[in-house]
């Protein structure tokens, strides 16, 4: 068994373990692969053993790899998306999992319209507040997500966001819980055009806890490909 096949099966069972620890089913928590300074080869080889859901954080990183990779994936961008990039943005992604913004939204309706694309996102929240990243801040999230539901072209099909990094994880799980509450009131609230499908939260160090605060998408990078040098 070589490295990534051990490291997959690792991390399937921890989803297994903290899907089964929450009484979840873990069949429904997607996996997604994230790839960045990851070479098209080891992407490929991932591939082939059977991961189908692949995340980039940046678009000119992606463009070198989505036409060389073969088999039946979806590529995500997880990433801020910069509105100059748009355009090849939405031709490369099946789901935008960081729209942050209304002039984003408007900008991918825009685009989306020119080449009768509707274009699933997730909208990105801020949950710990903190100026060195993106989102929007949780108090705004159910205004904005009203707001976007506008743009005919755009599906909102959840929430993503990235937890403020804590030694230990445990601290870090009243912001997942905090998510799971604005996510469980969206989706009661039954906004039209708006489907809250996905919570993407939980990456290689505090994925478990993730899940068992609710999430049904964690993004794992080195806990599958192990540290990766710039590309």
């Not at 505090?206 to 899940?211: G, T």
Request: hydrophobic share 40%.
């Amino acid at each position: 068994m070589d490295t990534f096949e051990q490291n997959l099966k690792q991390t399937k069972q921890k989803i297994h373990l903290a899907a089964t620890k929450s009484g979840r089913n873990p069949d429904d928590i997607k996996l997604v692969a994230v790839t960045k300074n990851v070479p098209p080869q080891k992407i490929q080889e991932a591939v082939d053993k059977g991961i189908n859901l692949l995340g980039e954080n940046r678009v000119q990183e992606a463009a070198t790899k989505v036409n060389i990779i073969s088999g039946c994936v979806n590529w995500h961008l997880i990433g801020h998306l910069q509105t100059n990039k748009v355009k090849h943005a939405i031709e490369m992604f099946s789901m935008i999992q960081s729209l942050d913004s209304m002039k984003l939204a408007l900008e991918i309706d825009r685009r989306a319209k020119k080449i009768n694309k509707y274009v699933d996102v997730l909208v990105q929240i801020n949950i710990g507040r903190e100026t060195s990243k993106y989102g929007i801040d949780p108090d705004e999230t159910e205004d904005f997500i009203k707001k976007v539901a506008n743009c005919k072209n755009i599906r909102v099909q959840g929430l993503m966001a990235i937890a403020p990094f804590k030694e230990n994880p445990e601290d870090v799980r009243p912001y997942f819980s905090m998510m799971y509450g604005i996510f469980s009131k969206i989706k009661k609230n039954d906004i039209p055009n708006v489907e809250m499908k996905y919570l993407s939260m939980g990456m290689t160090h505090d994925f478990q806890v993730a899940i068992e605060e609710g999430s049904n998408m964690v993004r794992i990078g080195t806990g599958l490909f192990g540290q990766r040098s710039k590309i």
